[in-house]
């Protein structure tokens, strides 16, 4: 379980996160919706450590792990895997190395075991027989899901994404869509979902948050939201309602 | 006083980061392999750079030593006071322009880029650090590069020396190699290394800073290429005085221990 406790997370003069407060139950999928800077990404990033809140609290199954040092969120990033708004593969390594990387630092494995979690992370997200390729050497959609198996070859139990869509063709974001919803069931990870993209959130979202100007405006399930009377909702479900 | 402010936090940051690798190389295991392909790109990407201006520097130097000496009917000297200047000032400052301008500006550039695409915070949720990963061995690479590129700088330089020497001032090269060992003593060859090294660390920790804290996408990549070749510049400058001064006071404390 993931809590969130009056985060609040400042840039300068510009307050991005406002006292935020929520829960994210295990084994869920929550979409967190919103506008361009409204602090979701800034969440994702918080709960992993690469920013750290101003104020509040941010428990992670039990533990409060908002002022853990660099080396105590060596475990926390164990547990949880995220995939960046960009694929940020690494572009010296080819596939195989790229999706080792974690493996070898987070785990002792052998060689052997290396190779056969590689190979079924590629077989996740239906790729195969790009192991030596460089990433320069493939499309943006296909190092989206290479980034995607590098994330899931660590097995974490939570799966963070920042828009994982976004860049990408309509049949490739279906393809990555049901792959977040497979995966979160395969692995039986709890997975946060940073996303402009309501059509997708209410296919597979178990629970909806929208946000704005760093607070919860709106939250529930889909079918909640589709009857939710809010005017920054209502702009979300407008565009999805009238397909 | 905003740009004093600037410049001097600045400064601040790129020391503060420079203790934090010093930390980081003293607490955390690197690894070997990193360190030398690291090294081995940094002599492979300015070695032809380095061999060209050597050798231009040292031709350089013998025709200004050679106008001079000429006068004094002192020709002989041409070898040995050429590579003295070239060993002792020029070659180490040389290297490491030609280290700012390729290897910092392109460490600079790589490491923005990976700031920028994420790839830095994509290794710090891999489990891994990324100061331990690719600044460390980055740093390590360009400070041991720099002294292999200044070894072969001064053998290029001294190489353009004899061919200049021979054709400008009729010295032959015999002629101009055996005064080398005469003028050219171990202190100068002290003085020219501590340069040299003082230069790259220099050079390692200003473009892996300014790599490293890069904001704002491409436009910042760029920021921080530009702001990498402009502050090696300034501080390899102003390390070369202080490296002087502090050499001088030292051959003075030895000199009066001595008498």
Redesign the interface.
Known sequence: MIEFKGLIKKFGNRTVLNGLDLIIREGEIVFILGTSGTGKSVLL?NI???MRPDEGEIWIDGEEVSRFS?DQY?SI??K???V???P????SLTVFENIA??LR??FRLSEREVTDRVQLALKLVNIQGVEQKRPTQMSYGMQKRVSLA?TIA?QPKILLFDEPTTGLDPITTTVINHLIQDLSKQLKSTSIVVSHDMNCALSIADRIVVLDKGQIEAIGTPDELKKSQHPLVRDFLAEVLSL | MKFLAEIFGELGGTLLFLKTIMTTLVNKKIRRSDVFTQIWSVIIASFPTTAMAGFFVGAIMTVQFALLMNEFGALGYLGGLSTSATVREIGPLLIAFMLSGKVGAFTSAELGTMRV???I??I??????PLQEIIVPRFIGIVIASFFLLGFGLIMSIFGGMILGDIFAGVNFQEYLRHIPTVVNPVSILFGTVKCGSFAVVTATVSTYKGFTTTGGAKGVGKAVVSTSVMTMILIVLMDWFTSFIGDIVLQIARGYRS
């Open positions: 990033k992993v450590g690469l660099e060596f990033r164990k949880c895997g995220m960046f708004q960009q940020a593969l690494f572009d990387f974690g630092r987070h590098r660590l | 695409t994420e790839q915070d994509a710090r949720c891999l489990g891994s650090d």
